[in-house]
């Protein structure tokens, strides 16, 4: 199964994004070639860019208090699992505390001399070559180890928000009930009634070669399935399809 999802508004959008360059960061930093390590580097870049132009960390901090209060009023529910509960809470509490003691996110690697240049030579296509980069040039051939501590030690002052933000995303998805539906000639609609939803999560077999091309707001959701099929531009699907999708909301 393929699984894509759509954020309904541009701050889930926004962590989103944010979790992919950390899953990229992540993969990348393991020990291997330099030239992965690059790739870690530039992910590294991309979150400093995407950090500093909004307070990310405290929309984080606000979603986890948040989720918090909603977690504490469900103790006396019945059929609640107590356990589970107070685990989930203690792990809010924990990453909650991480990042606010991580001060400013990613301040650290932005008072690097070396790392600011690296950044702004590895932003021109090409930059990143001995030619105009010498001393990165020299870093790539040191042992894998020390290239990986490295790595590890920059990528330490922006894991708190990474914590943070793997929290809120798997408690959102973990919201939404997924349902088996049908998609007449390749589009399917749903109305919401007003119900304010933050992401819908859409599965597709891998063998029916289609993806969902979605549109939603408060009001309602709008899928069409389209395939993709060489050089050609997608084509509308026009037979009726399954799926299954679940509308997440905390």
């Known amino acids: ?4 999802e759509y954020p309904f508004n541009e701050r889930v959008r926004a962590l989103m994004r944010l979790e992919s360059l950390f ?7 393991r020990p291997g070639d330099p030239k992965l390590h690059q790739v ?6 991309d979150l400093l860019d995407a950090t500093e132009r909004t307070d990310m960390k405290g929309s984080v901090l606000q979603d986890l208090e948040r989720q918090k209060n909603v977690l504490n009023s469900l103790k006396d529910h019945p059929g609640v699992d107590a356990q589970t509960l107070n685990a989930m809470l203690i792990e809010i509490e924990r990453v909650a505390a991480n990042l606010n003691a991580a001060g400013k996110t990613g301040q650290a690697l932005r008072e690097n001399e070396w790392l600011a240049s690296l950044r702004g030579r590895l932003s021109v296509p090409g930059g990143g070559t001995q030619v105009d980069m010498p001393s990165f040039h020299a870093w790539q051939f040191r042992p894998e180890a020390e290239r990986c501590a490295d790595l590890q030690r920059w990528m330490a002052s922006l894991m708190p928000l990474q914590a943070g933000i793997a929290i809120v995303l798997r408690l959102l998805r973990e919201s939404g009930q997924p349902e088996s539906a049908i ?3 390749g589009a399917y609609q749903q109305m919401l009634a007003g119900k304010v939803y933050q992401l819908l999560r859409v599965w597709m ?11 939603a707001n408060k009001y309602m959701v709008w899928i069409r ?11 509308a699907a026009v037979r009726d399809l399954p799926f299954k999708m679940a509308l997440c909301s905390l």
């Open 205 to 215: 077999d891998d063998s029916v070669h289609a993806f969902p091309e979605i549109s």
């Open 1 to 4: 199964m393929i699984l894509f």
């Open 23 to 29: 899953d990229r960061m992540m993969f990348f930093a």
């Open 183 to 185: 998609a007449p000639q």
């Open 225 to 235: 399935f389209a395939s993709q099929d060489g050089d050609q531009k997608p084509q």
């Open 40 to 45: 870690a580097l530039s992910a590294l870049f």
